[in-house]
């Protein structure tokens, strides 16, 4: 009887470890993500967010992915009530908590130098690739 217990509550562990359990708030689905270290110089600096979740529940390890997951969900809910619309990981989660950057980008683009005017008719433009 004791082992079908421990076995149905790490059963009950393990399928729990794989739940997302943080929501996007409203507004939050408009808030874009930007890569670790792109360049941000387009945009305006609003503020710094600091989010965690459980990543470990007792002994078991959560899903990395999910962990991070939520954590960018957690970022982008907190962008609006800093008015910005555009985070940026400062650096890699560790123990369920990160760091992002918010900022105000409006129609600029992260990451993009300014596009050079068109070419004329016959004329190749040129476009850098991104990563």
């Known amino acids: 009887m004791r082992a079908m217990r421990i076995s149905l509550a790490l ?10 359990w943080v929501k996007m708030a409203p507004g939050a689905q ?3 993500v930007a890569r670790m ?4 110089s387009a945009c305006e600096r609003r503020g710094e967010i600091s989010v965690s979740v459980k990543d470990r529940l007792g002994p078991y390890e959560r899903n990395e992915i999910r962990v991070r997951d939520e954590l960018e ?4 809910n907190e962008a609006p009530g800093l008015g910005a619309d555009t985070v940026q990981p400062k ?4 123990d369920g ?3 992002y950057l918010a900022f105000r980008c409006g129609s600029a683009r992260p ?3 300014a596009r050079p005017a068109t070419a004329a008719e016959g004329e190749a ?3 850098p690739i991104e990563d």
């Open 111 to 113: 990451g993009q130098a």
């Open 30 to 32: 408009e808030v874009r």
């Open 91 to 94: 650096a890699e989660p560790k």
């Open 11 to 20: 059963g009950l562990i393990a399928l729990l470890g794989g739940c997302t």
């Open 37 to 40: 270290g792109q360049d941000m």
């Open 125 to 127: 433009e040129v476009f």
């Open 73 to 76: 969900v957690l970022a982008r």
């Open 97 to 99: 908590e990160q760091r």
